[in-house]
């Protein structure tokens, strides 16, 4: 499925969208990425990160220090973050760009190492978190933002599955944070346009 072309973006002023998105940056973010299916490995770990970086706070705030993200991160770049060592974190923790926990930013570098080994012994990082759908997004029917779960039986085999592989910060919740943001659930409600977008393949 595509991304919503920026240049459009604007057209949509007045359409409904889930209630979680009605300013920015949220509203941008949800109507050009939130569950589109993503593949990249790269762009997987960095709604992984982003996803970890949330806990405890609300994802405006995170979505506010992406840029600062990429920016501290190289891009998001598996090979150069794995190699981060004890003088990065201590750079990372003094950057105001970025969430500055110290957990959470050794949790970033030990996930990239993570998804290297994926890579290098099996297939991909995409290859593992797809088969727990079977390849295949699932689509929700919400009415209503309320009826949205945090977590479900499926976020809590990824996460057990993950814990096991030596990821951190991929609890239940966070994962199927990650699982709607990258497209493994489509969790838009039905008074979204891009309920109606998604399903009939217009957006």
Avoid at 29 to 48: I, Q, S, T
Avoid at 174 to 183: E, K, L, N, P, R
Wanted: with cysteine; proline share 3%.
């Amino acid at each position: 499925m595509p991304l919503l072309r920026p240049n459009r973006i604007g057209e949509l002023e007045n359409f409904d969208r889930c209630g979680w998105a009605l300013s920015e940056p949220c509203r941008t973010y949800h109507d050009a990425e939130w569950g589109v299916p993503v593949f990249d490995d790269r762009k997987l770990f960095e709604m992984l990160t982003l996803e970890g970086a949330q806990a405890g706070l609300s994802w405006e705030t995170v979505l506010k220090k992406r840029e600062g993200y990429r920016r501290v991160f190289a891009d998001f770049d598996l090979a150069v973050v794995a190699q981060f060592g004890d003088s990065d974190v201590e750079r990372l923790m003094q950057d105001t760009g970025i969430v500055r926990n110290r957990a959470k930013i050794l949790s970033t570098i030990n996930n990239a190492n993570r998804i290297l080994e994926i890579q290098a012994n099996e297939s991909s990082f995409s290859d593992v978190v797809w088969a727990f759908v079977d390849g295949s997004p699932i689509q929700n029917e919400w009415d209503s933002l309320m009826n949205l779960p945090a977590q479900t039986e499926l976020s809590v085999r990824m996460s057990k599955a993950l814990l096991k592989r030596g990821f951190k910060f991929v609890g239940p919740t966070i994962c199927y944070s990650f699982m709607q943001a990258v497209g493994l659930v489509d969790d838009h409600t039905k008074n979204c346009f891009r309920y109606k977008a998604n399903r009939s393949g217009q957006i």
